[in-house]
Nanobody
Framework: QVQLVESGGGLVQAGDSLRLSCAAS????????MGWFRQAPGKGREFVAA????????YSGDSVKGRFTISRDNAKNTVYLQMNNLKPEDTGVYYC????????????????????WGQGTQVTVSS
């Protein structure tokens, strides 16, 4: 069983920055791809960013490209999401997830590829 705990959310103004963290524990062994998704009120879960197990490849959703950056520190079992130039439309609950069974490439942009999810952290951007 893998546990994921997100932190770093909050209320900010448009143009501000936030860094989200996702700490993983209870891994069965090995390192896995990680992803961030978000969900705004009344909307479905949206892909934000993903990173392969070794950090060699990253993927970003179209709406966040050039503003958000995903990274990881495997020594700390933690993945980060640096969010710059935040906009009101970035408001939502942000979830991190891990893909244990080895999907890669474009599969990492799909929520169904992930096996474990955190509880989420709220990000609210005021205009």
């Amino acid at each position: 069983q893998v546990q994921l705990v997100e932190s770093g959310g909050g209320l900010v103004q448009a143009g501000d920055s936030l860094r989200l963290s996702c700490a993983a524990s209870g891994r069965p062994g090995g390192l896995f791809a990680m992803g961030w998704f978000r969900q705004a009120p009344g909307k479905g879960r949206e892909f934000v960013a993903a990173i392969t197990w070794d950090g060699s490849n990253t993927y970003s959703g179209d709406s966040v490209k050039g503003r958000f950056t995903i990274s990881r520190d495997n020594a700390k079992n933690t993945v980060y999401l640096q969010m710059n130039n935040l906009k009101p439309e970035d408001t939502g609950v942000y979830y991190c997830a891990t893909a244990v069974y080895g999907p890669s490439g474009s599969a990492l942009t799909r929520a169904v590829s992930y096996d474990y999810w955190g509880q989420g952290t709220q990000v609210t951007v005021s205009s």
